[in-house]
């Protein structure tokens, strides 16, 4: 037979879409052919496909004429993870294997020019858009793909190390295919296996909370934020532990829940910063200053994720905040109201989600020293006015609390018995996170319209106390609405059915302006 067919995927965003990999022998002047929209790294396939067809002791049809299209043809393919599908397409066509026997099955890997299965990215986002059908969909992966793609239940994945491998499966009943000799010199019993469904593996320590002494204004700050899902603004003079502070918050945090697992190795799986060391675990990025908006929000073509997609379920810490640039800030208005990045190309239009938590640190000014008692701050206002307004209105907004952080005096520093551990902190913020799912089915930040008059139930004096602060501090819609979802989130730590004076009260404190020069 001249004609086969194979089935493969290409990365689109967070989805994998179904590509075939049409491959046909012709009988005249020799070529190699490959049609279908496909970028650079596939047409380089070519090479490696016939190296590694050669190099396996397999024969590649030099004297005929192939042609490989990738249908759809309009679909954007990219990466070297249809090198395996080529060749096992080249291979059914010219009758070395079975190609009745590839139906049900998906190949992605690439290839070397030994034959060796080399990694690709995304494969557990393919493996995640195959869930609703892995009972009749197998997939075929390179060593380290595989393992990602059987963190999915239910999947059907195959490891395979080398070409061969995968080849011996195929090959005609009854029937020897060309290199058998070679194929058998080289069997590796474990090269083809089916891997199962991967348990998390075992939690690894985190920088823990009792490593900061004093801080007890802050430490509730990110206790409320962890409890609620809020995001958190911290300033403060250098070296008063901001990042510090920053750095262990991951540690705060409730543990993922399955489904917030998959999510979040998915993404980092299609940018290629998935370890197996990091499942089930809240993911902490801590982008430079100089970082771009396309490198905050995702960009390119074809599309990937940005910072904070790859922070989604976990934190985006954004140091010397103030130094980023303003496009870069800006373009957090967006995913902080509502969870996803949709991003625009003129062929392509790509939506990931970003569901962190911001957390930001900055100075109060450009030396870093204003309000300081033991600094003489050297900034005139019209510099500490310049400085703070790098962060707009609109974004200081929606972050829900800001706290200041002071320095601490050495004798503190020095002789202060260590703080409370996080693990206490967590049991607390968990068992209100907790109280606010069995109320409402989501966290406190995630209300929206009316149910956020619905569950967070003020008490009658407490709307009598919103109403009067809210006009004299001037604060916008957003920033009320901002206010009472945290006011809720402390209820929730208090264990209060309702949300009482006392909590608006302290939820209105975390919304102070940035220190004014005098």
Request: proline fraction near 6%.
């Amino acid at each position: 037979m001249s004609l086969s067919l194979v089935q493969s995927r290409a990365l689109l965003g967070l989805q994998a879409a179904q590509v075939t990999v049409e491959v046909h022998l012709a009988n005249g002047l020799p070529s190699f052919t490959l049609v279908g929209l496909a970028d650079i790294e596939v047409k380089e396939a070519r090479e490696r496909v016939r190296c590694a067809i050669q190099n396996s002791g397999l024969v590649f049809p030099n004297n005929q004429r192939i042609t490989v299209n990738l249908a759809p043809a309009d679909l954007p393919k990219d990466s070297g993870r249809l090198d395996l599908p080529i060749a096992m397409g080249i291979l059914a066509a010219s009758g070395q294997i079975d190609n009745a026997r590839l139906a049900g099955f998906e190949f992605a890997g690439e290839l070397s020019l030994s034959g060796e299965l080399r990694p690709v990215r995304g494969a557990l986002a393919t493996a995640l858009t195959l869930q609703s059908n892995l009972g009749a969909t197998k997939l075929v992966l390179p060593p380290g793909s595989a393992e990602e793609a059987a963190l999915v239940p239910g999947a059907q994945v195959y490891r395979a190390r080398h070409l061969l491998d995968v080849v011996r499966q195929f090959l005609p009943a009854g029937a020897t295919a060309p290199g058998a000799d070679d194929i058998g010199a080289v069997a590796d019993p474990d090269g083809w296996a089916r891997l199962e469904f991967t348990p998390a593996v075992q939690m690894r320590q985190l920088a823990d909370m009792a490593d900061v002494k004093g801080q007890a204004g802050a430490k509730r700050v990110l206790e409320i934020a962890a409890a609620g899902g809020h995001s958190v603004l911290l300033s403060g003079p250098p070296g008063s532990g901001k990042s510090m502070l920053a750095h262990r918050f991951a540690g705060l945090l409730p543990a993922m829940s399955s489904d917030e697992a998959l999510q979040s190795a998915a993404i980092a799986s299609l940018s290629g910063r998935f370890a197996m060391q990091q499942w089930g675990q809240r993911p902490t990025c801590s982008p430079h200053h100089s970082a771009s908006a396309v490198a905050m929000v995702g960009g390119g073509s074809p599309p990937r994720p940005g910072e904070i997609s790859l922070a989604h379920h976990g934190v985006l810490f954004l140091d010397e905040m103030p130094e980023f640039p303003r496009a870069a800030l800006e373009a957090l208005r967006e995913p902080l109201e509502t969870g996803t990045i949709t991003i625009s190309r003129a062929a392509q239009r790509s939506e990931f989600p970003a569901r962190f938590q911001l957390i930001g640190a900055m100075n109060p000014c450009p030396c870093g020293y204003l309000g300081s008692a033991s600094h003489a701050c050297r900034c005139t206002p019209d510099q500490v006015a310049r400085y703070q307004s790098k962060l707009s209105g609109p974004l200081m907004d929606r972050i829900d609390l800001h706290v200041e952080v002071p320095a601490l005096p050495s004798t503190d520093l020095l002789q202060a018995p260590a703080g409370e551990g996080s693990t206490a902190i967590r049991e607390r913020a968990t068992a209100a996170r907790d109280r606010a799912f069995a109320r409402q089915g989501k966290s406190n930040l995630a209300l929206q319209g009316q149910e956020i008059d619905q569950y967070v139930q003020l008490d009658d004096s407490a709307v009598k106390f919103l109403n009067v602060a809210a006009a004299r501090l001037g604060w916008s819609a957003r920033g009320t609405h901002r206010a009472l979802k945290v006011a809720r989130t402390i209820a929730d730590l208090a264990g209060a059915e309702t949300t009482q004076v006392s909590h608006l009260a302290e939820a209105m404190q975390y919304r102070r302006t940035l220190q004014k020069p005098l």
